[in-house]
């Protein structure tokens, strides 16, 4: 199983998404795997400091190598999942590209939650820790489900 999480810039909330999956899957010893991207990121960035540390301190979980990319077609004709942070964000990938619709949801609305995952962006360490455990347990409850 491919997952795709999309988010703005794919330096905070998709990148740590991916890289939580990625560690979750790999304890589980699951052959899943997780990339990500964003709708309008910069390809080469790195992830956030923030999100770097919020992972590292309270999941172990290191995303430093982490580079952006901006989303591509062939990126949702490869995935078997396509998790977006937001609502919006699932709007916008479904009128741009409808062929992949049975494939496009929020994180939350796959793992049976309400709401979006909000963006951390230039806010403090704490949001982004509150973003990380946001992260988490939807991502937990989607990899049982897989």
Do not use: W
Request: aromatic share 8%; proline share 2%; net charge neutral.
């Amino acid at each position: 199983m491919k997952v795709l999480f999309i988010c703005t810039g794919n330096t905070c909330r998709s990148s740590m998404a991916e890289g939580i999956f990625n560690e979750i899957v790999k304890k589980k010893g699951l052959e899943h795997k997780a990339s990500s991207a964003g709708t309008f990121a910069i390809d080469g960035s790195p992830a956030t400091d923030k999100a770097i540390e919020a992972l590292k301190e309270d999941y172990g979980i290191d995303i430093s190598h982490h580079t952006s990319r901006s989303l591509k077609r062939e990126y949702l004709k490869d995935a078997d999942l396509v998790l977006t942070m937001t609502l919006n964000q699932r709007k916008t990938l479904l009128s741009m590209y409808p062929e992949f619709a049975d494939k496009i949801f929020t994180v939350n609305e796959f793992a049976g939650l309400e709401g979006d995952i909000d963006d951390p962006f230039g806010l403090s360490k704490d949001v982004y820790k509150k973003t990380a455990k946001e992260l988490y347990t939807s991502i937990s409850r989607i990899i049982e489900k897989l």
